[in-house]
C-alpha cells in the first residue's frame, strides 16, 4: 500500500530535549517536505526536499533541521525543542521534483507533538 | 499578503444540506495548481481534488463539486446533500511557481452536519 508513515504519532517532551520525527515514503517520491499545522493558521511549511540530499527551508523553518540522506526518509529534527513549537506536524511526499505543485502531496497522519 | 482565504471559520448544516464552503486565493502566476483537502476527526489529511490555472472546467464527484472561476480568483467547494461523514475541516490550497516549492494553505473552514 502506498503511503507516508510518520513516527511517534504523540509525543510529549519538555524543554531542550533532542527529538527526531521520523517520515518515510514508499513510492519513490522525489519530493519530501515538512508541515506544522496550528489553529488558525492552517499548515505552514517548515523544510523541504527535491531530492537525496537536497534540502531548503520553508515558511517557518527556525528550530528545525532535517536530512535527506535517503530517498524514501525525511527526519525533522527539533535540537532543543521549545513550547512554541507543540503542533500537529505532516510530513507529505509528491513524485516529481520539478515541482510539487505538478503531482499531488500525499500526507502522512501526523505528529502530535507537546513540549513542556 | 495572504495567499489563500477561507473567510468561513466554522460551518454547521443540518443533514442532507448543500453546502457551499469559500476559497479565493491570490497569485501573479498564470500557471497555479489548487487543492481541497480534508481533515476529518481522526487528524489525517486527505486529497480531494487538484486543478491547474488552465482548466477551468467545474468538476462533479458523487456528493462533491467544485467552481473553478478566474475571474473572481475562487474555487468554491459544494458538498450536495451533507452527511455525518463529511463533518471535518477543510482545507483550500494553493501551488504556484513563486518562492519556494510551497503549498500555501488556507486557514481552514470546520463542517459540521447534524444528524
Known amino acids: 500500500e502506498a503511503q507516508v508513515t510518520q513516527n511517534p504519532r504523540y509525543l510529549i517532551t519538555v524543554t531542550g530535549k533532542k527529538l527526531t520525527v521520523t517520515c518515510s515514503q514508499n513510492m519513490n517520491h522525489e519530493y519530501m517536505s515538512w508541515y506544522r499545522q496550528d489553529p488558525g493558521l492552517g499548515l505552514r511549511q517548515i523544510y523541504y526536499s527535491m531530492n537525496v540530499e537536497v534540502t531548503d527551508k520553508g515558511d517557518v523553518p527556525e528550530g528545525y533541521k532535517v536530512s535527506r540522506k535517503e530517498k524514501r526518509n525525511f527526519p525533522l529534527i527539533l535540537e532543543s525543542p521549545s513550547p512554541n513549537q507543540t503542533s500537529l506536524y505532516f510530513c507529505?511526499?509528491?513524485?516529481?521534483?520539478?515541482?510539487?505543485?505538478?503531482?499531488?502531496?500525499?500526507f502522512g497522519p501526523g505528529t502530535r507533538l507537546t513540549v513542556l | 499578503a495572504q495567499k489563500v482565504t477561507q473567510a468561513q471559520t466554522e460551518i454547521s448544516v443540518v443533514e442532507k444540506e448543500d453546502v457551499t464552503l469559500d476559497c479565493v486565493y491570490e497569485?501573479?502566476?498564470?500557471?497555479?495548481?489548487l487543492f481541497w483537502y480534508k481533515q476529518p476527526p481522526s487528524g489525517e489529511l486527505v486529497f480531494l481534488i487538484r486543478r491547474n490555472s488552465f482548466d477551468e472546467q467545474n468538476e462533479i464527484s458523487g456528493r462533491y463539486s467544485w467552481n473553478f472561476q478566474k475571474s473572481t480568483s475562487s474555487f468554491n467547494f459544494t458538498i450536495t446533500a451533507s452527511q455525518v461523514v463529511d463533518s471535518a475541516v477543510y482545507f483550500c490550497a494553493l501551488y504556484d511557481q513563486t518562492g519556494a516549492n510551497n503549498l500555501f494553505f488556507g486557514t481552514g473552514t470546520r463542517l459540521t452536519v447534524i444528524p
Open positions: 507529505a511526499s509528491s513524485r516529481s521534483s520539478g515541482g510539487a505543485w505538478t503531482d499531488t502531496q500525499y
Open positions: 497569485t501573479r502566476d498564470t500557471t497555479y495548481y
